[in-house]
């Protein structure tokens, strides 16, 4: 697994949270994933949607791409297609992916990297793995996030962020034996690159073989971990977590500004985890707001949604092939 490894070591700590003053959140219901293909045929797991969704907001779709080894020609991607109020965030683990939107956004996605589209009032894109990876087959290995926007922001501008590997913000658990990588959000004050419209926090983390990760989160957060591959135990209660599980941890009783996260890794992995248990920590404020949604749109209103179609249908949503104009960044909402 490179996505973006590193000796603990050598890192920044994460601050040991005392044990009388936290309120260590528990484990509410523990998912197991759904299996289910998508685009032009690759398989996915999925878990959620599927569970009540006010459990995950601000978050729409979490999409679990592999580990998968390809033979030569059965990689799979996305062809062209629209999306409009809300947000896909894909991190590419291992191997990679080619992205392409209406705005001139794109790239090759690989080892660690991730690729932030804010859909927002409206883009097409397509997703492929590159003509390599195709011919020669390979390891693959990703996920996708829907993040969704607030009524505010669903009409913003559609822009685009390439957070290269090296650009993660970096971490070690108290102890120096995990590794902690902050996509985006902020943990005890150190900030990851992804320029959010809704406050999330979204990490990876490699805890070690019998090692138990603790993590300050805000109050007003909801609390999801994911198991990409490997075993351990989620909240001081040790619910199991399997790969392809998603512990949801219960909201917060407490008055400060923080609650406790904690998460502890089996003594014993599976060979294709010897590094560590592989997770994603998810959270944000949530919205709140109603949803309407109906395929690749994720609007507040049946109306809203329509019109969605008809824009599309009537071009407002790019034109394809791309056109090759400079597209909004991140970088630019400063400007």
Do not use: C
């Not at 010897?274 to 109603?290: D, F, H, S, Y």
């Amino acid at each position: 697994m490179p996505a973006v490894m590193a000796d603990p070591l050598t890192l920044p700590r994460l601050p040991v949270p005392s044990a009388t003053d936290t309120d260590w959140r528990r484990v509410a219901k523990v998912v197991t994933a759904n299996r289910q293909l998508e685009g032009e045929g690759f398989e996915v797991r999925r878990p959620f949607p599927g569970m009540d969704l006010s459990l995950a907001d601000p978050f729409l779709l979490l999409d679990h791409m592999g580990a998968v080894e390809y033979a030569p020609g059965e990689a799979r991607g996305t062809p062209w297609h629209p999306h409009r109020g809300f947000e896909t965030v894909t991190y590419i683990i291992d191997g990679a992916f080619q992205h392409q939107d209406t705005t001139g956004g794109g790239g090759l996605i690989s080892d660690g990297a991730t690729q932030w589209m804010t859909a927002a009032s409206g883009i097409q894109h397509i997703e492929q793995p590159p003509p390599e990876l195709v011919a020669k087959g390979g390891l693959f290995h990703g996920v996708q996030l829907w993040v969704n926007l607030p009524r505010s922001q669903k009409w913003v501008p559609p822009r685009y962020q390439d957070i290269k590997a090296q650009d993660v913000t970096l971490l070690a658990s108290d102890d120096g034996s995990s590794l902690v990588r902050v996509i985006a959000g902020s943990v005890a004050g150190h900030d990851g690159p992804g320029v959010t419209y809704t406050p999330i926090n979204y990490l990876h983390a490699t805890v070690a073989p019998g090692a138990r990760l603790a993590l300050p989160w805000p109050r007003d957060f909801n609390a999801l971990v994911y198991v990409l591959s490997g075993r351990g135990t989620a909240g001081v209660e040790q619910a199991g977590l399997d790969e392809g599980q998603l512990a949801v941890f219960a909201g917060s009783h407490h008055r400060g500004e923080t609650d406790g996260l904690v998460v502890q890794a089996a003594e014993r992995q599976p060979v294709a985890s010897a590094n560590g248990w592989e997770i994603l920590v998810l959270g944000g404020l949530p919205i709140r707001e109603p949803i309407a949604r109906y395929g690749p749109f994720v609007m507040n209103t049946r109306d809203e949604i329509v019109q969605a179609f008809e824009d599309f249908q009537a071009g407002r949503m790019g034109t394809v092939p791309a056109e090759q104009v400079p597209h909004r960044s991140a970088a630019d909402e400063s400007l």
